[in-house]
């Protein structure tokens, strides 16, 4: 019943997103495994790791288009959600080093016996269990959101306001993970992981079951979102972010809906960042900055807002881009040339790449309207 309601909620543009990411976590980690490394056809695991980064961010993408474009929150501060989430999974990876780590202490990670750390802190126990790792993966972030929510949202917070307080949020959270004194490793964050789940995160397999787990993902959080916006909760979401006073003064509770939309996309943020750990191989405090909440905003601004295939497109795309000019001589022009882009895909596509292509798709697939004959004059 809910997987029928699920795909009867979405458009044609819905099921092709789904059977390309589906082909695409298929695809790639068998021409990692299987296809010969001269072949043309083979991908590599440096390759298969980078586009899995990729659509770790499309699935943060996503998230922030569910409460931005379809309930009006433009939060400047989900780069927040996504990191928690990874410092959960990192956290989880660093408990499994035990007794390989540089220093050896099997309870201790290397950073808490340099810095004359005597005992484990309480916030680290249960993260040498992996359920509870990934249960703190979504309770973490989504907790944070819930709190945040119902002091915003009650009190009837809105618009810029909102957008700087979900900013100066994810500034303090930066400010605090960069203490040493926090258990979290300070500026240098959390590395030199070893294993997961007792398989090796640096080994071939790992990482094509990391990717096939990163599109299984994206997949299911398309499916979320797009179950919630076709629901009937999702056309009460709508209405708020046309019309917020008029909803409420209707007779709707807005503040629980802004509340749980919001507490769902900070859940999903956090899916992205503990997939996004294993992958890249480190966390750091730097995944709080505000730039990088900034630039999420842009991916969903790029793609389409409002459309969730398109902030994950613009996420893919704008992230290609940043790979490709940031290793070459426009690396050192990159931010201006990101600000750029947003400044022109606000004015000149404020639909974003795919709704502007599925504007001119349907314009040109409209029949020219044929006039009318004009009546025969009256003898």
């Known amino acids: 019943m809910i997987g029928r309601f699920l795909f009867s909620t979405m458009d044609k543009r819905g099921h092709v997103f ?44 996503i998230s922030l ?30 408990r499994q080093i035990g007794s390989r780590g540089v220093y050896g202490n ?12 005597q005992e484990l802190p309480w916030y680290w126990w249960g993260f040498s269990s992996f359920p509870f790792a990934m249960l703190m993966v979504l309770l973490v972030p989504g907790l944070l959101a819930f709190v945040f929510g119902w002091f915003a949202f009650r009190s009837r917070v809105t618009g810029v306001y909102l957008s700087i307080i979900t900013q100066a949020l994810t500034y ?10 926090m258990g979290f490793g300070g500026n240098n964050g959390l590395t030199d992981f070893k294993d997961i789940i007792g398989f090796n995160v640096q080994a071939q397999g790992t990482r094509a079951a990391l990717f096939a787990t990163t599109c299984t993902m994206l997949a299911a959080g398309f499916l979320i979102a797009r179950g919630i916006v076709g629901s009937k ?6 209405a ?15 503040d629980r809906f802004k509340l749980f939309v919001f507490t769902v996309s900070a859940c999903m943020a956090g899916v992205a960042g503990a997939l996004y750990v294993p992958q890249v191989g480190i966390i750091n405090p730097s995944e709080f900055a505000p730039a990088n909440s900034i630039e ?9 807002r409002g459309t969730l295939v ?15 000019f940031t290793s070459g001589l426009m690396a050192p022009y990159w931010l201006f040339a990101l600000g750029a882009l947003f400044v022109l895909v606000t004015l000149f596509m404020p639909k974003g790449i795919l709704g502007t292509v599925q504007g001119w798709w349907e314009k040109r697939r409209k029949p020219e309207a044929v006039p009318a004959a004009e009546p025969a004059p009256a003898e």
């Open 240 to 254: 708020i972010r046309d019309a917020e006073s008029r909803t409420r003064f209707l007779g709707y509770r807005v």
């Open 296 to 304: 999420t905003v842009i991916w969903v601004a790029v793609g389409g």
């Open 65 to 94: 288009d569910l409460v931005w474009g379809y309930c009006g929150i433009l939060s400047l501060g989900h780069g927040a959600f996504f990191a928690l989430g990874g410092y959960a999974m990192g956290m989880y990876l660093m």
């Open 310 to 324: 398109g902030a994950a497109l613009g996420a893919v795309v704008v992230n290609w881009a940043k790979t490709m």
């Open 233 to 238: 909760l999702g056309k009460v979401v709508i």
């Open 18 to 61: 789904l059977a390309l990411v589906a082909a695409i976590g298929l695809a790639v980690p068998l021409a990692n495994l299987l296809v010969p490394a001269g072949s043309p056809f083979h991908v590599s695991t440096a390759t298969m790791s980078l586009w899995g980064k990729y659509l770790c961010y499309a699935l943060l993408a």
């Open 172 to 181: 303090a959270l930066l400010l605090a993970f960069f203490r040493n004194d």
């Open 106 to 117: 099997p309870i201790l990670p290397d950073f808490m016996v340099f810095l004359n750390w």
